[in-house]
């Protein structure tokens, strides 16, 4: 094993770092996505009574989401706390849809 260990440090590495900056990229551009979309997912419900599942209502949704988020990111001290919360708010809406995707394929009935 003493020749190998060099080996598997490099490779348990490679592979721990690689989940980092997964997690990293997901704190930092995907609570902000989800955030923003749910938001002006929200705002345009409240809005107007358009039809939510056409393509140009989703992209509207997340750029009114995404403006008003970087609208109140801008306030100095009340910027960084926002944007602390929006992501464990988006953390946490990973969560539960990782966790009912993992539920719904374990779940399935099989045929007797």
Known sequence: ????TGQLMTLSGLAFGSIMA??????TFGTKIVF??????????KSS???SDNYWAHFGALALGAFLFELVRIVPVLGWLF???????????????LKDKFNNRNSAVTPA
Request: proline share 0%.
């Open 1 to 4: 094993l003493g020749g190998f």
């Open 22 to 27: 997964a997690f990293g990229l997901l704190a």
């Open 36 to 45: 923003s979309y749910l938001v002006g997912r929200w705002i345009l419900s």
């Open 49 to 51: 009574q358009t039809d």
């Open 83 to 97: 944007a602390a919360i929006v992501a464990i708010i988006g953390i946490g809406a990973f969560f539960f849809v």
